[in-house]
């Protein structure tokens, strides 16, 4: 095992092991399919949220901008579709 400067033994409180102070990088805990999952739940949420706020079911006393969450909405949802077709796209490209 090739070691540098850096590396210095430390005891483990658990057991006997000695372990290597090393840097260690981290990996962007999520996947391409949880951010697609991730973005079809918001979008529906807002979508709900753009329509259950609407003028139509009278009066709310909630202090949020229509247009501006429905726009939010619509372009999470287009996010959203952009993902799955990224992803029939990969699936096209296998075969």
């Known amino acids: ?9 430390t005891q483990s409180n658990i057991g ?3 372990y290597y102070n090393r840097r260690v990088t981290m990996n962007f ?3 391409f ?4 999952l991730w973005l079809a739940v918001t ?3 807002l979508l709900i949220t753009s329509e259950l706020v609407s003028s139509k079911y ?5 202090l949020i901008e229509k ?4 726009n939010v909405a619509l372009t999470i949802s ?3 579709l952009i993902t799955v077709i990224i992803r029939i796209y990969e699936i096209i490209i296998t075969f």
Request: positive net charge; aromatic residues 8%; proline residues 6%.
């Open 1 to 9: 095992m090739n070691r540098n400067k850096y590396d210095t033994p």
């Open 16 to 18: 006997t092991h000695i």
């Open 29 to 31: 805990p999520l996947s």
């Open 33 to 36: 399919w949880d951010i697609s």
């Open 43 to 45: 979008a529906i949420i």
């Open 58 to 62: 009278g009066k709310t006393s909630l």
């Open 67 to 70: 247009k501006k969450l429905r």
């Open 78 to 80: 287009i996010l959203f």
